[in-house]
């Protein structure tokens, strides 16, 4: 099929766009009450960082650049949240899907230092610096124990809400011996302070929630629900002289958002109203409006019909070096100056187009 189009770029205004229209930089700043500001965003490192993954990571650091800019006060960080418990290998036992994490199966290592070059490169480009936490890092916290406890304490409703296919609380951890994970959390057995976990081969093994969680796993939903609750923690304690403000994919926007994370933390009992902020990056979408997948990319082969540049960071760096993440910063640079451009998505062939200016 070919799709011939006028190659002009069009932005109705409506929604968010319509009230964000000239600035959006104000608005974020008179909902941010500390000097110090951590602009989080989250990634599996399980393949070479995709375009959207990529778009995501720039405009978190232009839009530290530009809150620096208009509040010198400002001292913004990116804290890069690494989900090294992404699952890295499948497979079925009994009728049990188990999985093993990326950290334990080492696959972590394999593509981590592509992202230490795009945030090296933006750190440099920016005079923004960056910080690396890992999930069992936001796990010790104190707030992140105390919201997962609360969580636990309500484990039937939450469930219920969050895992509408099998209603467990989709919280996992490893085998300590061979790293097998109960994906669905289908066995896991609770009492009011411990999680049973069961792997095939070695059997059951334990965790009291009074004492170290770092090590536990949560699935999408579950960990969004939590890590939102945690932040407004942060956010509102004057143990932290930081807070934090989240950037991610606009595909979690809208009902997502509204009915797993906003009603269920209100249910918990947390102050909605001034809870802690998400931004959302464009979406990077095909000719169908479908989002460019990663999975689709690596498992099937799919975006024949794309330049491989526009797939995957390790292919944009081949065709251009840095140049790429140069001519993505304008880009996203240029949506943050026309606030309007933010509350939509763009086409890969939107890229194209961008990139051919500018190469
Ligand atoms: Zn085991």
Not at 54 to 64: C, K, N, Q, S
Not at 264 to 282: E, K, T
Request: glycine residues 6%; hydrophobic residues 35%.
């Amino acid at each position: 099929m070919n799709i011939s189009c006028d190659g002009i770029v069009n932005n109705p205004l409506g929604g968010a766009s319509y009230v964000f229209e000239k600035e959006i930089i104000p608005y974020l700043l008179g909902n941010l009450n500390k000097n110090k500001l951590k602009i989080s965003v989250g990634a599996q490192p399980n393949s070479s960082p995709h375009f959207g993954t990529l778009e995501t990571i720039t405009l978190a650091f232009a839009l530290a650049r530009k809150i620096e800019d208009y509040d010198p006060k400002k001292q913004v960080t990116i804290l890069y949240e690494v989900i090294e418990t992404a699952p890295s290998e499948t497979i079925v036992i009994d009728g049990i899907k188990y999985q093993k994490n990326l950290n334990f199966t080492g696959k972590i290592d394999n593509y981590f230092g592509e992202y230490i070059d795009i945030l090296d490169y933006y750190k440099n480009k920016t005079n923004i610096n960056y910080e690396i936490r890992y999930q069992y890092e936001f796990n010790a916290h104190p707030e992140t124990k105390s919201v997962f406890k609360s969580i636990l304490n309500n484990r039937e409703y939450i469930s219920e809400k969050l895992d509408q296919k099998y209603k467990n609380l989709r919280v996992r951890m490893s085998c300590p011996i061979c790293g097998l994970t109960d994906k669905n959390s289908v066995l896991n057995k609770y009492t009011e302070d411990t999680i049973t976990f069961y792997c095939p081969e070695h059997g059951n093994y334990s965790i009291n929630v009074n004492d170290d969680i770092s090590k536990i796993e949560y699935n999408s939903p579950l960990r969004n629900l939590i890590r939102g609750m945690s932040y407004t923690a942060v956010n509102h304690s004057h143990d932290y002289d930081y807070e934090i403000l989240r950037i991610t994919g606009s595909d979690y926007a809208g009902f997502y958002q509204e009915e797993l994370r906003y009603k269920l933390a209100s249910y918990l009992g947390c102050n909605v109203y001034n809870m802690s902020m998400i931004f959302y990056a464009p979406l990077v979408v095909d000719w169908s409006g479908a989002k460019l997948s990663k999975s689709l990319y690596v498992k099937e082969g799919a975006y024949q019909d794309i330049p491989k540049k526009f797939i995957n960071y390790s292919f944009l760096k081949e065709a251009l070096g840095y140049k790429g993440l140069e001519i993505l910063y304008d880009i996203v640079l240029n949506w943050i100056n026309n606030p309007y451009m933010l509350f939509r998505h763009y086409s890969i062939y939107y890229f194209m187009e961008e990139f051919k200016k500018y190469e």
